[in-house]
């Protein structure tokens, strides 16, 4: 394949991540930094050249992003802190480092380092420093600090609705940024407003193909998902999907994003073959875009063998999940929850091929560091403590497991709701200890 820069065949062609499709997408990395330079030698203010595709005007993505972000990045440390271009490039090196490879701890640095520059130069409720507030909420969630998270979201929220108004692209942001906060934390009453405030919001405004409507139909979607309304969940997912498909393409990190999720509410209405069958797609797709060792990557490839162990499949299943979790292990700033829920999983598999001295260890302790950090009523450390319970019952101590169902089932049913994915599976353990 030729690099759609220099025409040359020689050499190593990566993807842009842009919406160029097919060959027009593919270029040596050291071409896009040369454009860069060039168009920025040009025009010092031409900032866009090392974030945005000159041929479709969509931004680049993937190690395309990386490489750029992190070569401009460099190019600006020899300039003031306060100048405009270096807290640009120190910003989109944060979100590169986020969004790429995961690596919250250092976007944490730089962005808390330009929200400081920010408040010293422009002041504490300036557009800019508002929306950098945002920024590192969102790192804050990433990375599982959820209260610092909804400290500094909240307040930035309120700032902004003041300043600018509920249909301002920056509040609508920080709505759908706070819809996703609240239903990890797991209320999800106030996930839906938010959700529903930014969706309904965008679309008035900026129509439906907009990524911003399209980024907050698709974060309300999972949140109906959690409370088992699954039907909506799943009709908003795929409009997104289709949308997000025709815009910016198939391969895009935002649709293959909203692809994985569709896949999740799926298999949570007991649509597991159409479930696994997507997975396994968009894990072809991911595998050749973003690599193996990419988060998202890792995350679907997890998926794949979720899927295969509630099909009844543990002995398949097993080794995916095990393998996703060691990759997952190789990324510093993987996510904590994900991680948790990884791990839980692996060991339920363990369960079901009766490795049991193998499952108890993780899972006990599993179950105490979440109850520790998310409380006992989390839906996370609900599903874990019925994966617990259940695997107390196959070890030989049905007494203590059942007990341990039904008390996890009445907060499911109070907490969640009877028609919740992981209410009925505590049920049907529970009905199996019956039997």
Known sequence: MQCAICLSEEGTVVQRGCCCRGDAGAVHETCL????????????????????????????????????AETWYNRVQSIPEDDDERT?????????????????AKAETLKTEVLQTYKRVHGDEDRQTLWCAYSLGVTY???????????????????QRRLFGDEDSDVLDTFVELGSLNRILGRFVEAIEFGTLAMETSRRILGCDHVYTTEA????????????????????????????????????????????????VEMKSGKLAEAEARARALL????????????????????????MLYRGQPDKAEPQIRTAIANAEEISGFQTLTMHFMVASHAEAL????????????????????AESLGQEHPMVLETASILGWALTLQGDPVKGEDLLRATLDIQERVLGLEVFETRRTAARLAKCAT
Not at 35 to 54: I, L
Not at 146 to 153: I, K, M, P, V
Not at 284 to 307: A, D, K
């Open 141 to 159: 969630r990433a990375q599982g600090k959820h209260q610092d998270a909804l400290g500094l979201l909240s307040a930035t929220a309120e700032a």
């Open 217 to 264: 139909c698709a974060e309300l979607a999972i949140s109906y998902s959690t409370i088992g309304k699954y039907d909506t969940a799943i009709t908003l997912l795929s409009d997104v999907v289709a949308s997000q498909s025709r815009v910016l393409g198939n391969q895009h990190p935002s649709t293959m994003y909203t692809q994985n999720s569709l896949s999740v």
């Open 351 to 370: 369960c079901e091929l009766g490795r049991h001295e193998e499952a108890m260890p993780i899972l006990m302790d599993e179950y105490a560091k979440q």
């Open 284 to 307: 072809g797709e991911r595998l050749r875009v973003q690599g193996p060792e990419h988060p998202e990557s890792v995350i679907t490839s997890f998926n794949v063998g979720l899927y």
């Open 33 to 68: 930094i040369e454009v860069a330079k060039h168009n920025s030698a040009e025009d010092r203010f031409n900032w866009e050249a090392w974030q945005t595709c000159g041929t479709c005007r969509s931004n680049f993505t993937g190690s395309a992003a990386h490489t750029l």
């Open 88 to 104: 640009t490039a120190t910003l989109n090196y944060a979100a590169v480092l986020s969004n790429e490879t995961w690596d919250h």
